[in-house]
């Protein structure tokens, strides 16, 4: 399967934990995106890379969130002092350089009690 | 203001008949590029069909196709012949800029229910 996966799919954690999540991108696909999805809600755009290098962050993320893409490959979004708010399912898409459409992975749901 | 505004929160349909998920988008940019997924209850964001700004010729991918009515701002999905398995939430997403673009932004989601 050459499909986005994201790791962990679920993560329990208290508040005031850091947690960290994966995405995987499909190959070849040099650009990678992080967005927030709550309940009820469509995707909210968190940050955006070109390869290693993160071009874009939204006003969203907050100074406890911090993404990488180290070798402009997978990637990692890093959430520390987690608070009840920060409940949401992640999703990680990511696009090919000649396409218009980004593929998801499914996602990363979060629970914070 | 809203980018993207998708007025139906649900809609039901018999199975077989066809169905049309509105949306309306808001930009100044002359080009954009417009996009429905389909999230069943799995979570996961499948990818339906694109529309971009300067396209002639509305989108089609099988049972789906895209009104676009560039003047009006909507970019409605029409389903064909629906089936039992495209029950889901439906988002419409706007990429503002050309396909180095990168703001994308969801609207709030349509849930669809086909009927045996």
């Known amino acids: 399967d050459t499909g986005v996966s994201q790791d962990p799919r679920h993560k329990i954690t208290k508040r005031g934990q850091n947690v960290t999540f994966r995405c995987d991108p499909i190959?070849?696909?040099?650009?990678l995106y992080w967005y927030r999805q709550t309940l009820g809600q469509g995707p909210e755009f968190l940050t955006y890379f070109q390869n290693e290098a993160q071009l874009e962050k939204s006003r969203l993320l907050s100074d406890r969130f911090s993404a990488e893409r180290p070798k402009g490959s997978f990637s990692t979004l890093e959430i520390q002092r987690t608070e009840q708010g920060d409940s949401a399912m992640y999703l990680c898409?990511?696009?090919?350089?000649?396409?218009?459409?980004?593929?998801f992975g499914p996602g990363t749901r979060l629970t914070v009690t | 203001a809203q980018k993207i505004t998708q007025t139906q929160p649900g809609m039901f349909v018999q199975e077989k008949e066809a169905v049309t998920l509105d949306c309306t988008y808001d930009t100044s940019d002359p080009s954009y590029g417009l996009f429905w997924y389909k999230q069943p209850s799995s979570g996961e964001m499948i990818f339906l069909i694109y529309q971009g700004s300067y396209d002639q010729q509305n989108a089609t991918e099988g049972r789906y196709s895209l009104n676009f009515q560039k003047a009006r701002k909507s970019a409605n999905l029409v389903i064909s012949a629906s089936q039992l398995g495209d029950s889901a939430m439906y988002f419409c997403a706007m990429r503002e800029g050309d396909n180095y673009g990168q703001n994308f932004v969801f609207g709030p989601g349509t849930r669809l229910s086909v009927l045996p």
């Open positions: 898409a990511s696009r090919h350089p000649g396409r218009d459409e980004q593929y």
């Open positions: 190959s070849e696909h040099n650009r």
